[in-house]
């Protein structure tokens, strides 16, 4: 079973339990974030809202009903404070804590029940200036809390997703009982790089904003809608031209190419090839590596938010078979047995301590 922290819409949360992983409690501060993270799992809507920064082990208990144990934690903290888009971070931004946080609750987890690893998921800006001296700060609080910490950046277009994203990613294994073990990245995935119009191309035109809209009026998707196009760079011949990144609110996808990174802030979301308007979230969904049938739910703005703060699903996808096969790899050399190739429980012995690897 596993903790969610910092779960948005469960972008990540939808590779670990594709996976097999069970998630047990998906914590985010977002009401909206939680309710489309609940949506898409009716049969397991565990996401709550919660402030995190100063979460208990006690807390999760209440939260989760009873003596909350996971195996794993998972989670990507906002990043807005670490990007490089933000060109003038404040020195005490709160969100500079909120992976110190992480680190502090896993450690609590940790000393009450085995924790066999942790992802982290967060922009490069993180790990650079003028973050670098936060970052080591981070990576010792993780490896205080008992945990060998393997850093890579990993690009989504490399794992099947139709855009160029990259993100720092950290995995710990418990060091106690992973000895010497670190998390290797995912092998790229074979086969030719996917585009914008492997994603979107022969999508009807969404539906345009305005007020009194409602789910009903869009019959091809519930997220199959998009601003009105008010600017006359829509309608001036020329003004606007496929792939064309420069002005940061006008920047134009390419139909062969992988998208940009799908970040959007206050009317920025990028322009469609076809120059006519900007994407729908539906299309954003699809460019982030969605289902077809992922629904996020709130206001057209709310649904901008989830979508640009979303972990892709297909890399969530690889990094949990990753984390998945090393550690039953790691316990077939060890001799451990399993109660079936693809393990629901694995019980772990070092010394006097067993844990349970539950998926």
């Not at 994203?165 to 418990?174: P, Q, S």
């Not at 047995?337 to 019980?347: F, N």
Request: glycine letters at 8%; hydrophobic letters at 35%.
């Amino acid at each position: 079973m596993l903790l969610s922290l910092f779960c948005g819409v469960g972008g990540l949360d939808w590779g670990f339990e594709n996976q097999g992983f069970e998630v047990g409690l998906a914590l985010d501060k977002n009401s909206d974030s939680i309710k489309s993270y609940n949506h898409n799992r009716p049969q397991n809507p565990v996401g709550q809202v919660t402030d995190i920064s100063e979460l208990t082990v006690e807390q999760l208990d209440e939260l989760y009903g009873g003596r909350f144990t996971p195996v794993g934690v998972i989670g990507g903290p906002p990043c807005q404070s670490f990007s490089q888009a933000n060109r003038s971070p404040l020195e005490d931004d709160p969100r500079h804590e909120l992976p110190l946080s992480y680190a502090r609750l896993l450690g609590q987890l940790n000393e009450r029940s085995p924790i066999h690893f942790f992802v982290l998921e967060n922009v490069t800006g993180l790990s650079m200036p003028p973050h670098t001296e936060r970052f080591s700060s981070i990576m010792r609080s993780f490896e205080a809390a008992g945990f060998v910490v393997a850093q890579r950046v990993l690009n989504s277009n490399d794992y099947r997703v139709p855009q160029t994203r990259e993100r720092l990613i950290l995995v710990g294994f418990n060091r106690e009982i992973y000895q010497g073990l670190e998390w290797s990245s995912p092998p790229i995935s074979p086969g030719s790089r996917p585009t914008v119009r492997s994603a979107i191309e022969g999508f009807p035109e969404p539906v345009h904003f305005r007020r009194g809209l409602n789910r009903a009026d869009m019959p091809f998707h519930p997220n199959h809608w998009c601003m009105a196009p008010k600017s006359s760079k829509f309608s001036t011949k020329d003004a606007l031209k496929p792939g064309k990144t420069g002005p940061r609110s006008f920047k134009t996808l390419s139909w062969d190419k992988p998208s940009i990174t799908v970040a959007y802030g206050n009317r920025e979301v990028h322009i469609h090839p076809n120059c006519r308007r900007r994407l729908s979230v539906f299309e954003a969904m699809r460019l982030q590596g969605f289902p077809l049938d992922y629904e996020l739910l709130g206001t057209l703005s709310d649904q901008i938010r989830q979508v640009s703060e979303a972990v892709p699903p297909p890399v969530s996808d690889v990094i949990a078979a990753s984390i998945r096969e090393q550690l039953t790899n790691y316990l077939a050399r060890e001799g451990v047995e399993t109660a079936r190739p693809h393990p629901a429980t694995m019980p772990v012995q070092r010394g006097n301590a067993v844990a349970a690897l539950a998926l």
